[in-house]
């Protein structure tokens, strides 16, 4: 059985896959290219069209046992087989890379594979993503745990959560276009903005539970009415609410708080019921990268905040997004950046093929050839440039999908392999 774990990534996630198209390596005799959901996957001989494939993306980390099994470690002591030979890492970890001038997408092994991990039969349905085989994690998203100093310690005292629920809501993940290009359609509105490569952080100006005073607890105890809740700034990271409690101590990645330091830069521009959510580019306070070596053209120690989100959340809890030109309209009056936005439009005026036409493939290869494979044009450091983000709109709700160049995945890729903390993930 293929399933969802309970806190799953879409984005690292395997896909059971029928083989189309498969075309010969033009620089190596013994290997193919297929193309999955527009990535080209490097494979072997033994692959040909119409088999079932399993695909797996990349930057994902496989389960140790697996690789065992299938003999993939290039340390070959690590295999079931000792005199087999594979290319895996101990990491366990899907690379970018290019073999002989191919660029190579992610990984692909026979769905029987998976099966004899499994020890079991199972039913492969093409197109369904999946993390667990029979209750076992097959993959999840591969990170450097960080290392922390030592800092502020909790005491002992219980801490109390200020949080109501349905009024903080954490950035959504942002998956992969190349995988869902399917769901975006030729008269669709959409907005192409770039993708900056900072850490991501929010503010929220929402309702918190207040901390009632001796003489409103007693109130409360006898059923007199009390006024409960009041509005205040919530801030945080990608994943960690940073003031969720009435005391807590600080254990940041960075050198001092700076989400602390963006919450007090932003809150007076944030009404009551709103949250912006945006990037933060460029050095720490005490003059680290906060992405390693992409300065964004400021000086050391200086960083520079780009929204792209920015909600409403009435007291019911229910959320609504502004629209883009609302986002830029309310940034440019109150003094703040957005994302830079390249294309605002139907997505057809960006492909000229026709619908029947695969428009699709043609879509993805036009945002490819438009805006990837570019240096960053904000830096003063020569580093790729990371992508852009499509962002599809209806009435009040969105979708955002990543496009992400294949130059900036190989950057990540080196920054792995040099073991530096994704900063992302450490928050």
């Known amino acids: 059985m293929l399933s969802l774990s309970k806190n799953h990534n879409p984005n690292y996630l395997a896909k059971v896959v029928e083989l189309k198209g498969l075309r010969k390596h033009e620089n190596a005799d013994r290997l193919q290219v297929a193309t999955i959901d527009f990535q080209t996957v490097i494979t072997g001989l033994n692959a040909k069209d119409g088999d079932v494939y399993v695909f797996f993306p990349l930057e994902c980390r496989i389960n140790e046992s697996f690789l065992f099994l299938t003999n993939s470690f290039r340390h070959k002591e690590k295999n079931g087989n000792p005199e087999a030979v594979g290319f895996f890492e101990d990491n366990c970890r899907v690379r ?3 073999l002989r001038g191919e660029k190579s997408m992610g990984y692909l092994v026979p769905a029987d594979e998976i099966a004899m991990w499994a020890g ?5 349905k093409i197109g369904e993503e999946f993390d667990e085989v029979n209750g076992m994690l097959l ?12 800092k502020d310690k909790v005491g002992k005292k219980p801490r109390i959560s200020r949080l109501v629920d349905g009024q903080v809501h954490l950035h959504v993940d942002t998956e992969n276009l190349r995988r869902n290009a399917h769901k975006i359609s030729p008269e669709d509105e959409i907005t192409i903005s ?3 490569h900072g850490t991501s952080w929010w503010v929220s100006n929402v309702l918190v539970n207040r901390k009632l005073n001796p003489i409103e607890k007693i109130a409360k105890f006898l059923r007199i009415p009390v006024e409960e809740t009041e509005y205040d700034h919530v801030y945080g990271s990608r994943k960690v609410v940073k003031n969720e409690y009435e005391t807590q101590g600080t254990n940041d990645f960075y050198d001092g708080d700076l989400w602390g330091m963006i919450k007090n830069e932003v809150k007076e521009f944030v009404p009551k019921g709103y949250t912006l959510y945006g990037e933060c580019i460029g050095f720490t306070p005490g003059g680290s990268y906060i992405q390693q070596g992409f300065d964004y053209g400021l000086e050391q120690g200086k960083h520079q905040l780009m929204i792209y989100r920015i909600t409403f959340t009435n007291s019911d809890g229910i959320v609504c997004d502004l629209s883009t030109p609302q986002i830029q309209e309310y940034c440019k009056r109150v003094g703040l950046e957005t994302v830079p936005v390249f294309f605002r439009g139907p997505a057809n005026m960006l ?7 695969h428009w699709n493939e043609e879509f993805v290869k036009c945002l490819e050839n438009r805006y990837n494979e570019k240096n960053c044009y904000l830096c003063k450091n020569v580093v790729p440039e990371e992508g852009i983000v499509l962002r599809k709109e209806s009435l009040f709700e969105f979708e955002a999908y990543k496009l992400k160049s294949f130059a900036f995945l190989e950057y990540e890729t080196k920054m792995m392999d040099e073991e530096q903390s994704n900063l992302e993930d450490a928050q």
């Not at 079991?120 to 492969?124: D, Y």
């Open 351 to 357: 492909a000229e093929a026709k619908p029947e036409e």
């Open 96 to 98: 970018a890379v290019r």
């Open 139 to 150: 993959l999840e998203k591969y990170f450097i745990p960080p290392v922390f100093s030592p």
């Open 120 to 124: 079991t039969s199972v039913t492969f």
């Open 194 to 196: 770039y993708k900056v």
